[in-house]
């Protein structure tokens, strides 16, 4: 596998406050190669000797939009042993329902678009089931919990043109930290 040939867009861009657009079917054979090279991109930014060789941050996510596509597409790469994935592909995703139960990332969220250190904790449910769209055109749900529920969310809000920094409040970036689970 080698390094697709995307750059990955910084929050100063404007692009990423705007809401994606979706996605009509059949998918473009342009559609189908940037899916494959978000794929591609956050699994080689998960294997370490990769990660060093092409200089790059790991990333288990990635919105259309952070390459400057505005289309209601993200993938997710798991990795779920070592160097072995399993890869998310969401097109027109649409929360269908979600626990009261909330969780945060202890270490605080990362984004590939946001290359400074923030300080606080994101909000985001436990566990939830989420609609969306295979390569294809199915309609097909999923259950998702704890980090991929994460993940969801985190790339749920990209396509809504919100970036995780928005979600800590400001004034208080560990706010209501003791009603909620780290994981």
């Known amino acids: 596998m080698k390094l697709p040939n995307i750059t990955i867009l910084d929050e100063k ?3 990423l406050r ?3 657009k979706d996605v009509v079917f059949p998918l473009s054979k342009d559609d189908k190669k940037m899916i494959q090279d978000m794929i591609d991109y956050l699994t080689l930014s998960q294997i370490e000797s990769e990660r060093e060789k092409y200089d790059l941050r790991a990333g288990m996510g990635l919105s259309a939009v952070q390459i400057g596509v505005l289309k ?3 993938v997710v790469v798991e990795e779920v042993e070592k160097e072995k994935f399993k890869n998310y592909i969401l097109i027109n995703p649409k929360i269908e329902s979600y626990s009261e139960e909330m969780i945060y990332v202890g270490e605080g969220e990362g984004c590939l678009s946001i290359n400074r250190e923030v300080e606080g904790i994101v909000p985001r449910y436990a566990r939830m089931t989420v609609s ?3 390569m294809d055109g199915n309609k097909y749900e999923i259950r998702v919990r704890e980090d991929i529920s994460i993940a969801f969310q985190h790339e749920i809000d990209h396509l809504n043109g919100i970036l995780f920094v ?3 409040d400001p004034k208080h ?3 209501d930290q003791d009603k909620m ?3």
């Open 18 to 20: 705007q809401k994606s």
């Open 13 to 15: 861009e404007k692009i």
């Open 173 to 175: 970036p560990f706010k």
């Open 132 to 134: 969306a769209y295979d």
């Open 72 to 74: 209601r597409i993200f």
């Open 166 to 168: 928005d979600r800590i």
């Open 181 to 183: 689970r780290e994981i």
